[in-house]
């Protein structure tokens, strides 16, 4: 997968965040897949929201877009190859944030 970058990455005032932000995401993958092993969906789902709402926020609209899935898949109830698969293209997605390098 390529590298995904915010939309930020050429706003020189919002680099200092995105970067924190973007360094933070593969621990958040590590953590997702651990949630989803152990079963505890309401947790999985709670931090599925928060990286949606948090993805966009910084410039990373493909994390929105995948952690929605995930939440929408939580939400109605979706068997368990199914949400595994939607961790799976979130986890993706939070490993191929692209970091960027501080100035």
């Not at 939070?94 to 390098?101: G, H, K, S």
């Amino acid at each position: 997968m390529e590298p995904i970058r915010s939309s930020f990455e050429d706003d020189a005032d919002m680099m200092e965040i995105v970067r924190e932000f973007a360094s933070e995401m593969p621990q958040r993958a590590d953590d997702i897949e651990q949630l989803v092993q152990s079963g505890q969906l309401l947790e999985l789902r709670t931090l599925a929201h928060q990286l949606k709402g948090a993805g966009g926020g910084y410039g990373f609209e493909a994390i929105t877009e995948t952690a929605a899935a995930l939440e929408g898949a939580i939400r109605r109830g979706a068997g368990e190859s199914a949400i595994k698969e939607a961790c799976g293209r979130v986890c993706e997605v939070l490993r191929a944030v692209y970091i960027p390098e501080a100035n």
